[in-house]
Structure formats: C-alpha cells, structure tokens
Nanobody, 124 residues
C-alpha cells in the first residue's frame, strides 16, 4: 500500500521551530518530487515548499522564504521541512504530497499521493 505519513507537528510559541517529516512506505521517493502544502481553517490549501526528485531544486512560498527549509534523504525515504521563526499565521494542517516527476510544483492538483496531515499550531 502506497502511503505518506507526516509527523513532527505540534504546539509551539511564536519564534519557535519545528521539523516536519514525511515518510513514504510502499514505494520509493527517489523518482518523486515532493511538495509541502498547508491549509488553515476557512482557507484554501496553499503550497509552502517543494523539492525535486534529486533534491537539486527547491521552491518556497514568499511567506516562508528565509524561515523554512525543505530537504530530503532518499536513503531514508523521507522528506523534511525545517520551520524556524514560526509565526501565528503559520498555524495550519501541513500535508506532504508526492508527484511522479523530477520537477516539483506549487499546484496541488499535480500531485499523486498525499499524507493525512499534521497539525502545526503557533501560539503563545
């Protein structure tokens, strides 16, 4: 069974950090670009960051540039999202998704597999 599982979410104070993980089972991520998306209550799902299958290319939403870092460890079949200097507006459910292509994209419709999401809450 092909599955993506996110972990690492939680409650953190403004200015704090979290590292999200996206682990794949049932398939290898080597040939998949990975995207991180988030959805806050009452808002549409938005692209946060993505990484190409090789890890050689990354993209970030303007709202997280300089604060978030995406990386991958294909040997561990896992992709990470390091989130620093968190703000209350970063509060959302974060999803990872896999796209069977070298290139990543900020368009959710282009992704083939999705995780169940992990809640990130930034609050004092």
């Amino acid at each position: 069974q092909l599955q993506l599982v996110e972990s690492g979410g939680g409650l953190v104070q403004p200015g704090g950090s979290l590292r999200l993980s996206c682990a794949a089972s049932g398939f290898t991520l080597d040939y998949y670009a990975i995207g991180w998306f988030r959805q806050a209550p009452g808002k549409e799902r938005e692209g946060v960051s993505c990484i190409s299958s090789s890890g050689g290319s990354t993209n970030y939403a303007d709202s997280v540039k300089g604060r978030f870092t995406i990386s991958r460890d294909n040997a561990k079949n896992t992709v990470y999202l390091q989130m620093n200097s968190l703000k209350p507006e970063d509060t959302a459910v974060y999803y990872c998704a896999a796209r069977g292509d070298y290139y990543c994209s900020g368009y959710a419709i282009l992704y083939d597999y999705w995780g169940q999401g992990t809640q990130v809450t930034v609050s004092s």
